[in-house]
């Protein structure tokens, strides 16, 4: 009975035919030229994330390919230093649209897990590395495989077995569990695997022709390639009480604690910064946060900065730093209201003007790519107005009121700043 149960089980377990989309390529880059978009890190440029349709008929389970499931797509090109493991960009769409991309190629996987993250490494290559995991929340034990294409998605190789645990993670018995991978913006044939639940990570050079494995002394919940330098990494343990922020210069091989109490991190951006510039804004025993920056990994106070202090939160958009502090507004009734501050070319932060004498709520960076500031202000009611700025971004004024804008869950859900 148990064997026919399980047997049961199988069959009806989701089997994956991946599609290769002329899509990956223009959904990623096409929102870069919209007005109102979301801030998109280097490293997550050509990320696309797919999962299985819930609500349409299972595979055959049989033992041949299955036949080929639709898939609900969604692009992966939202990172943040203060986002979670799978960060994610959303497009907004009516509730009956039902979205289903023309697909130009298709190979068969012949794999059971609900979700895969899939990343064309760039121009001038012909390689795809796909991730099949399971999503958050999958019941029961997760597992996850690793498979690269070498023929732009015309046929893919399960290289799982590259990715193995050793010392005390192996002997234990443990198996890898995939959880994220990260394309290094510097070096397109350089990746990175995290195992989040084993404390482990992987690295390769070559598009995953080799691959070698390293066991961590922090859980990497997320990590952030440097754009030009391929080998330093930043790791963040989200997990540990002193959210620590690590540093490796060898692309994850070895790693140093940099600092404790981070709540928002970032690379310096060239040419506004030098080269290993990190910006951190950190929790102080107080209950306030300090935007800090240093150049030399925090090791020497000379070289390190103190940016703003008791702030709530912080952001960097290339020559511009926002970030927002809660004040009283004078001979108001209402309880508090946000700043925005901002610093335009790496000058002294000062605060932003806006033409209300309504309280703000929350600001969402719509662009700043420009050399002008686009920012919805939302206000008490969840009235939301579109300023535009001049080009040091501090002085605003009112350019479309009642805007109704799409603010995503998950990635940058926990700041005043969006």
Wanted: hydrophobic fraction near 35%; aromatic fraction near 12%.
């Amino acid at each position: 009975m148990a064997t026919s149960r399980a047997g049961e089980m199988q069959q009806r377990a989701p089997r994956w035919s991946l599609y290769v989309l002329l899509l990956w390529v223009a959904g990623i880059t096409s929102s870069s030229s919209s007005t109102l978009r979301l801030h998109t890190l280097p490293q997550n440029t050509g990320f696309f994330t797919i999962e299985a349709r819930r609500d349409l008929p299972d595979g055959d389970g049989g033992g041949g390919a299955a036949p080929p499931q639709p898939l609900a797509a969604r692009s992966a090109s939202e990172g943040g230093s203060d986002s979670g493991a799978y960060p994610q960009h959303r497009s907004r769409r009516s509730p009956g649209e039902s979205v289903m991309p023309k697909v130009y190629g298709q190979a068969n996987l012949n794999d059971s897990h609900n979700q895969m993250v899939v990343h064309w490494a760039g121009k001038r290559s012909n390689v795809i590395v796909a991730l099949a995991r399971d999503s958050a929340g999958a019941i029961g034990p997760k597992t996850s495989s690793v498979y690269v294409s070498y023929d732009y998605g015309t046929s893919f190789t399960l290289v799982s077995d590259k990715f193995q645990l050793s010392g005390v993670q192996a002997n234990g018995g443990n198996k890898q569990v995939i959880s994220q991978f990260y394309h290094s913006p510097a070096d397109n044939k350089r990746y990175l695997f995290v195992d989040s639940t084993n404390n482990y990570l992987w690295n390769t050079f070559d598009f995953c022709s080799s691959v070698q494995g390293f066991s961590l002394s922090f859980k990497p919940t997320d990590l952030l390639l440097h754009s030009h330098r391929a080998g330093l990494v930043l790791g963040y343990d989200a997990s540990h009480p002193n959210k620590q922020l690590w540093k490796s210069d060898d692309f994850g091989e070895t790693w140093v604690l940099i600092q404790e109490h981070v709540k928002t991190y970032f690379w310096g951006v060239e040419p506004y910064d030098p080269p290993t510039t990190v910006l951190v804004q950190r929790h102080e025993p107080q209950g306030v946060s300090t935007i800090l920056s240093s150049t030399d990994f925090f090791q020497s106070e000379q070289n390190r900065m103190v940016i703003l202090e008791q702030v709530d939160s912080f952001q960097l958009r290339d020559k511009y730093l926002f970030a927002t502090t809660t004040r009283k507004l004078f001979g108001s009734h209402e309880a508090s209201s946000v700043q925005l501050w901002v610093s335009y070319n790496r000058q002294p932060m000062k605060a932003a003007r806006f033409q209300t004498r309504h309280p703000i709520t929350e600001y969402y960076i719509a662009d700043a790519s420009e050399d002008q500031v686009f920012v919805c202000v939302n206000h008490l009611n969840n009235v939301t107005h579109l300023y535009i700025s001049d080009t040091q971004g501090l002085s605003f004024s009112l350019s479309l009121e009642n805007v109704l804008y799409y603010s995503p869950e998950g990635s940058g859900s926990n700041t005043l700043i969006r």
